[in-house]
């Protein structure tokens, strides 16, 4: 099967990348949105190095459309690299009362030292960071309860910047989604194009929909025989996969041709809408 190459880098971004570094020096931790479908394919690879020793927090967002036990695996992963880790869904408001709570508790040192210092009214800072389509902007109003995040302009701060009150003792700051300059893994433009981070329109969606296909029938086989009624090889590939699936719905054309272009749409739509089930795409030992 033949992979896409999918490739953007907007010239914003470089611009995006130097205001993140420029704008560490005014926050005490930095919380990182990734979708919990892929953990790994939502994160923009520079932003370890861009974040450097400040305190870290992952939040695993979208939960309810990933694999419960993927997501236990994953937020064990992160947390064996000295992160603090929240599993949330937006939709639903799951996970987002326990935000303040970790952050409280990833930054106690801190604020112990503000405490002792008499300082006790001193807010903490957190910068938002994450991929764009990652659902960073509904996570944020979702934090500060409000329908939209408002700009303001705080003495000793940048004009302009996006500051986000939640509480007294706690401001985030709002960062435009940043990108990579480029995929070192044509599967981290893949996973992205699956979940509907890169627009259809812009792709070959049978293409797209072989790639998904054959990774799920490769992790997820008994959910796709029961959507699909696949019956097929273990190692049978996308096409061979996307023609069976096509053929048991009767998606056929004249002369009793398989339809692969809408059962090709028809899988990326069923699967993003979470009607196959709830999978997640990447799992931590792929990565050790």
């Known amino acids: 099967m033949t992979e896409q190459i999918i490739q953007w880098y907007p010239g914003h971004m470089t611009k995006t990348r130097r205001m993140i570094e420029s704008d560490l020096r005014l926050v005490d931790a930095v919380c ?5 479908r892929i953990p790994i394919s939502s994160r923009n690879p520079d932003i370890d190095a861009i974040c450097g020793a400040k305190p870290r927090m992952i939040v695993l967002n979208r939960i309810d459309m990933a694999d419960p036990e993927m997501v236990s695996a994953w ?8 992160m603090a880790v929240l599993k949330t869904d937006c939709k639903s408001r799951a996970g987002i009362n326990r935000f303040v709570p970790t952050v409280r508790q990833l ?12 300082q006790t009214g ?3 800072k957190l910068m938002i960071v994450g991929v764009p389509n990652v659902g960073k902007s509904t996570f944020i109003n979702q934090i500060a ?17 996006q500051w986000v009150t939640v509480d007294s003792g706690l401001l985030l700051l709002d960062t435009p989604g940043i990108l990579w300059p480029k995929f070192d893994d044509p599967r981290v433009g893949q996973h992205l194009a699956f979940t509907g981070a890169v627009k259809d329109d812009v792709l070959d969606v ?11 029938w490769q992790r997820y086989p008994d959910a796709l025989k029961t959507r699909f009624k696949i019956d097929m090889p273990e190692d049978a590939e996308g096409y061979a996969l ?5 053929k048991a719905r009767g998606f056929l054309v004249s002369g009793g041709e398989i339809n692969t272009e809408r059962t090709a749409r028809v899988l990326l739509e069923e699967y ?12 931590p030992e792929e990565l050790i």
């Open 272 to 283: 993003r809408n979470c009607k196959i089930g709830r999978f997640t795409l990447e799992r």
């Open 107 to 118: 930054l106690k040192e801190k604020l112990a030292s503000y405490a002792a210092k008499g």
């Open 75 to 82: 937020a064990d992963y992160f947390q064996q690299r000295g």
């Open 32 to 36: 990182e949105l990734v979708d919990a």
């Open 145 to 161: 309860g409000r329908k939209g995040a408002k700009a303001e302009n705080r003495p000793g701060v940048t004009r302009g910047k």
């Open 206 to 216: 049978e293409t797209l929909a072989c790639g998904l296909i054959e990774l799920l």
């Open 122 to 124: 001193r807010p903490v």
């Open 242 to 246: 996307l023609e069976a699936a096509g």
